[in-house]
């Protein structure tokens, strides 16, 4: 069913907005640090126009599922929870927005750590600015996306996914300061692509690890007196530290000054350094599975095969971890051959991987 057969007329205005998949920097932006993502080919597309009955009311293309809400309702669960906080955002920042009809299609996959909730958010506002010509600019979209997704979904994120879903695209790898919000983008390296593969080992520590991973954090800078711990650049400052918070300061301070390296091999697009931009992922990982302990044994499993996989220079977890997705750095034009050669081997170990970039299913 399309807009018009749901709402009875057509569409007056439409947006989309990427998935991302982070390269390196992870667990840093809540730490004020540095990140490094990419926009995947997957998307959401809102599709919008006037509600003439008083009410907002959401469509799901994918779950084939309306909700209507009343302004007075509490928050809705589920796909609606994140469009109704957006609108809801847009209030408190003063805009007056009428009722609304929102038709919602992605191909982003939920539940694997690559931001499919950002894409649907970053989207949905962008429908909303373009419907109602709302000044609002690219970075605030983020902004306010986050604050949704904070107040109305409940998860205590930074901003990276937010950012990268309305800054970044696919041919670019976006690096973002999350203390400054100064960004810019760097051509993807002309001799890589990537691959990402779902593990199939669902995020369910997810939101209370992770929660715990940043009350540590803070803990741990205030301790050592800064504001975050991307105010610590030398290892040595966090040797007296107790444990874990020792490890997790360390996992943050290593993996920003990874960042600031693969900066620049990004700026000097020197292709031997392809090795080097590897050897960080892998150093991520190694990172996140002992000192920040976000792993699980199926992403170890997965990195450890792609790794030894030739013609991929580095691998490691994406996004939060616990479960979720993988991803590796891998030679131009070799992906799909990569992906496919080790989610057979994985999944022939009793998992159900799938390959999710380079996209089979579009
Ligand atoms: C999730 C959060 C991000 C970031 C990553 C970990 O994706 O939404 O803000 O903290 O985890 O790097």
Same mark, same amino acid.
């Given at each position: 069913?399309?807009?018009?057969?749901?709402?009875?007329? #057509?569409?007056?205005?439409?947006?989309?907005?990427?998935?991302?998949?982070?390269?390196?920097?992870?667990?840093?932006?809540?730490?004020?640090?540095?990140?490094?993502?990419?926009?995947?080919?997957?998307?959401?597309?809102?599709?919008?126009?006037?509600?003439?009955?008083?009410?907002?009311?959401?469509?799901?293309?994918?779950?084939?599922?309306?909700?209507?809400?009343?302004?007075?309702?509490?928050? #809705?669960?589920?796909?609606?929870?994140?469009?109704?906080?957006?609108?809801?955002?847009?209030?408190?920042?003063?805009?007056?927005?009428?009722?609304?009809?929102?038709?919602?299609?992605?191909?982003?996959?939920?539940?694997?750590?690559?931001?499919?909730?950002?894409?649907?958010?970053?989207?949905?506002?962008?429908?909303?600015?373009?419907?109602?010509?709302?000044?609002?600019?690219?970075?605030?979209?983020?902004?306010?996306?986050?604050?949704?997704?904070?107040?109305?979904?409940?998860?205590?994120?930074?901003?990276?996914?937010?950012?990268?879903?309305?800054?970044?695209?696919?041919?670019?790898?976006?690096?973002?300061?999350?203390?400054?919000?100064?960004?810019?983008?760097?051509?993807? #390296?002309?001799?890589?692509?990537?691959?990402?593969?779902?593990?199939?080992?669902?995020?369910?520590?997810?939101?209370?690890?992770?929660?715990?991973?940043?009350?540590?954090?803070?803990?741990?800078?205030?301790?050592?007196?800064?504001?975050?711990?991307?105010?610590?650049?030398?290892?040595?400052?966090?040797?007296?530290?107790?444990?874990?918070?020792?490890?997790?300061?360390?996992?943050?301070?290593?993996?920003?000054?990874?960042?600031?390296?693969?900066?620049?091999?990004?700026?000097?697009?020197?292709?031997?350094?392809?090795?080097?931009?590897?050897?960080?992922?892998?150093?991520?990982?190694?990172?996140?599975?002992?000192?920040?302990?976000?792993?699980?044994?199926?992403?170890?499993?997965?990195?450890?095969?792609?790794?030894?996989?030739?013609?991929?220079?580095?691998?490691?977890?994406?996004?939060?971890?616990?479960?979720?997705?993988?991803?590796?750095?891998?030679?131009?034009?070799?992906?799909?051959?990569?992906?496919?050669?080790?989610?057979?081997?994985?999944?022939?170990?009793?998992?159900?991987?799938?390959?999710?970039?380079?996209?089979?299913?579009?």
């Amino acid at each position: 069913m399309n807009f018009q057969q749901i709402f009875g007329n #057509p569409p007056e205005a439409e947006a989309s907005a990427p998935g991302r998949v982070n390269l390196l920097g992870e667990h840093t932006d809540y730490n004020d640090g540095f990140v490094l993502p990419i926009a995947i080919p997957q998307k959401t597309t809102v599709q919008i126009g006037f509600s003439n009955d008083g009410q907002h009311h959401f469509y799901s293309q994918n779950l084939d599922d309306q909700v209507s809400i009343l302004e007075i309702n509490h928050t #809705p669960s589920g796909f609606a929870s994140y469009i109704f906080g957006c609108i809801q955002v847009l209030k408190k920042e003063g805009y007056e927005i009428p009722s609304l009809n929102l038709y919602v299609k992605s191909s982003v996959p939920i539940g694997s750590g690559l931001s499919s909730s950002a894409a649907l958010e970053v989207a949905t506002l962008r429908a909303i600015r373009q419907l109602l010509n709302l000044p609002i600019n690219d970075v605030e979209i983020a902004q306010f996306a986050q604050q949704a997704e904070i107040h109305y979904a409940g998860v205590q994120c930074g901003i990276m996914d937010q950012m990268a879903a309305s800054l970044a695209d696919t041919e670019h790898i976006l690096f973002l300061d999350t203390r400054t919000l100064s960004s810019r983008v760097l051509p993807f #390296p002309a001799g890589a692509e990537i691959v990402v593969i779902d593990s199939g080992v669902p995020r369910t520590l997810a939101s209370s690890g992770y929660n715990q991973r940043r009350a540590e954090c803070e803990q741990a800078a205030q301790l050592l007196g800064v504001k975050a711990l991307r105010d610590i650049t030398k290892l040595e400052a966090t040797e007296d530290l107790p444990e874990p918070l020792r490890r997790r300061a360390r996992h943050v301070v290593t993996e920003n000054n990874r960042v600031l390296e693969v900066l620049q091999i990004l700026e000097t697009r020197h292709v031997a350094s392809l090795q080097r931009f590897g050897g960080l992922m892998n150093a991520s990982h190694a990172s996140l599975r002992d000192d920040y302990e976000v792993s699980v044994p199926a992403l170890d499993t997965l990195v450890e095969m792609l790794q030894k996989t030739p013609g991929v220079f580095g691998a490691r977890l994406t996004g939060a971890g616990f479960g979720g997705a993988c991803v590796a750095l891998v030679a131009k034009s070799e992906g799909r051959a990569i992906a496919t050669k080790v989610l057979e081997q994985y999944n022939h170990n009793g998992y159900t991987g799938r390959v999710l970039v380079p996209p089979t299913d579009f």
